[in-house]
């Protein structure tokens, strides 16, 4: 698994477009945390600023699309993006907005969050922004990274995962990673799926508590590793095998769920 | 100098109160990286948005004053917040709401980032930011982390730093850390004073480059060492040196500044 590790060393750029989450639990919070842990550069465009803390997302407050499309440009005009990540989005006009600049970047990795609910199960995206992100933005998807819930809700009317994963490579998208972390199973299944079918069955001990930011924290660290060079299959292996250390060590500051500790501090040697 | 060191340990929370930089070289960006490095949990309440690359800012995008109240107030609700570190405003009314909000938490620690100028040379805060920061934000202060431009206008008609400081001082901060990295002079002077006067001379090798965020950096390490429980001549102290390291390190890459390197990253272990 290629990433940084040497000081010397440029990191790649990586366009994080997503919403930001107070408690720092999600949102751009663990996106930059997961990508600088994994030693990418994260170019933040923020979407969204949501009211959230530990327990739940209590309001989503979208930018001017203007404004969302003037900051991934101020970035894509000066920096080398090397691989872009899409979370939060708010809404339709920003969603298309995305589309529009992600189909002039050319051949670049994309990791698609589709964030439709919050993790205490505040809803976080309208019917018609499901349609943007199905028509316009799965085309253009390296990998599209949706929880059991969200699955469902982007291919209704589906069997199973791998007929509703399916479904949706034939829009246009690579791999399907279907996260089973919410699910009432005892162990957590996430399920890789490519035009070919299964590609490989990831199984996890399932961790005590509930955690904050697990899902962006997962989408960053594939597309940090894909930044790298490395091949989507290695890069979603390794970003798992990431999120579940930063889940492992995860710590609850509030009174709601657990936060991923997704780096561990430079400690005394700087202080 | 105490920090987090332990994985098992749960990190002081610190409360960012600033704008997001596109870039990732300063604002937020900035702010997480150098806390999450020094060991303390970041929750952010975004002002700002700034279109903005590594050679300057173009537009500065306040966020309605009410929505910054709403961010913080479910912050500081939820999570039990150790030290706050303020940075761009953008408005007076942000200002304002920030004032009431700090002057509600009791005796918490605060840094002042008092950011008027970007590292590029654009103005950011007009003339009646500066008063609200001045009469209202200023007598919260237990770090006011102006640089030499800065200090001279928010003290004008004084003769040197000491006088400057002092005058500053006497509207109620309790440190002031007047930085010289933009000055013309073969070393970096940076000074401490207290209501007693110079408190400490720092000098610093000066380095080759112009960097983007080491304002951002050495204010948010300042927040995270007093959030550990270290007195503020301690993390003054401390949060120069992790700013050093961080600028020693930095890379470039875009076509502007150096971005200061605020973590290693995890590497191989993980990926």
């Not at 001990?205 to 697990?214: D, E, K, T, V």
Request: proline content about 6%.
């Amino acid at each position: 698994m290629r990433t940084a590790t040497d000081w010397q060393e440029t990191p790649p750029v990586v366009l994080v477009i997503a919403g930001n989450d107070p408690s720092g639990g999600a949102g751009v919070v663990a996106d930059i945390q997961a990508l600088t842990a994994l030693g990418a550069h994260p170019a933040v465009v923020v979407t969204c600023l949501t009211v959230q803390d530990t327990r739940n997302a209590y309001s989503v407050n979208p930018v001017d699309a203007g404004l969302v499309e003037a900051q991934a440009c101020a970035v894509l005009e000066d920096l080398p993006v090397a691989a872009i990540k899409i979370g939060l989005l708010g809404t339709v006009e920003i969603g298309r907005a995305v589309a529009r600049l992600i189909g002039e970047v050319g051949d670049m990795p994309v990791v698609l969050d589709p964030v439709l609910i919050a993790a205490g199960g505040a809803a976080l995206a309208e019917e018609a922004l499901v349609d943007v992100l199905l028509e316009d933005l799965l085309p253009r998807a390296t990998v599209l990274t949706p929880n059991a819930q969200e699955i469902r809700r982007l291919a209704p009317g589906n069997a199973d995962h791998a007929e509703r994963a399916g479904a949706l490579i034939a829009r246009g998208c690579r791999y399907v990673l279907v996260k089973g972390g919410d699910e009432e199973e005892a162990e957590v299944h996430n399920l890789l799926f490519d035009a070919g079918g299964e590609v490989k069955h990831f199984t996890w001990m399932r961790l005590p508590h509930r955690y904050h930011g697990s899902g962006c924290t997962l989408a960053s660290g594939i597309a940090a590793l894909l930044a790298h060079g490395n091949n989507p299959r290695a890069a979603v292996a390794g970003a798992q095998r990431f999120t579940f250390e930063a889940l492992r060590h995860a710590f609850r500051p509030g009174g709601g769920q657990h936060i991923p500790r997704r780096l561990p501090s430079i400690g005394s040697d700087h202080g």
